[in-house]
């Protein structure tokens, strides 16, 4: 079983559309990391939440943080082609920090 | 802006060799880690480490894994004798910068080097 649940795993749609990627744990976390990463290349921060119920924004992109900080939501207003790619959240362990992975959501936005 | 280099790019071996793969962690920065991702699946931790010693481990990093942090700017990961299932992307990752508190929240990765055991 997966410490954190990413869901969908894929997700395809026509650009200018909305959408939400779930990152889902019974674990609790001390701080909640999403990253994207392309082909071939490091997983690039977007962004970290630490506080229960924090909402960050990114441009287009808003980030939450579950109250009870064990999930975590990603949610894109009006895809672009350029947001394609592999959307990772990564989860604090609360007893030492260390981070683990979820499985990822691919995005493919199409023009 | 500061990043965590990797060295080398790819690197490509025989089945049975050593091979150390190199990082330079952000400066400042307190914690480093080590983590793979085997072509097509997640990411995984295999150890972290902290005031020149590891302070946490997975069970993929068996005897044949090691780290070693030689002067104060590498971090290395050596696999002693390498498998035909270690091929995978490597990526290290810095975080805790001694100047803001050494506050860890937020892990910064490399590039990866590609590792190919054939």
């Known amino acids: 079983t997966q410490l954190l649940e990413q869901s969908p795993q894929f997700l395809s749609i026509q650009e200018g559309e909305n959408l939400t990627v779930y990152c889902n744990s019974s674990?609790?976390?001390?701080?909640l990391q999403w990253y994207r990463q392309e082909p071939g290349e490091g997983p690039v921060l977007l962004v970290t939440v630490v506080t229960g119920g924090e909402v960050k924004k990114l441009k287009r992109l808003t980030f939450q943080f579950g109250d009870a900080r064990k999930d975590s939501s990603l949610h894109i207003t009006a895809a672009q082609p350029g947001d394609t790619g592999l959307y990772l959240c990564a989860g604090a362990l609360i007893s030492n920090n260390d981070m683990r992975f979820g499985a990822g959501t691919r995005l493919t936005v199409k023009p | 802006e500061p990043e965590v280099t990797q060295t080398p790019s790819h690197q490509v071996t025989q089945m049975g060799q050593e091979v150390i793969l190199r990082c330079v962690p952000i400066s400042n920065h307190l914690y480093f880690y080590w983590y793979r991702q085997i072509l097509g699946q997640k990411v995984e931790f295999l150890v972290s480490?902290?005031?020149?010693?590891?302070?946490?481990k997975s069970e993929i990093f068996d005897d044949q894994f090691s780290v070693e942090r030689p002067d104060g700017s590498n971090f290395t990961l050596k696999i002693r004798s390498t498998k035909l299932e270690d091929s995978a992307m490597y990526f290290c990752?810095?975080?805790?910068?001694?100047?803001?508190?050494?506050?860890?929240?937020?892990?910064?990765f490399g590039p990866g080097t590609r590792l190919t055991v054939l």
């Open positions: 480490f902290y005031n020149n010693e590891i302070s946490e």
């Open positions: 674990s609790v976390f001390s701080s």
């Open positions: 990752a810095s975080s805790g910068n001694e100047l803001a508190g050494g506050v860890t929240d937020t892990q910064y």
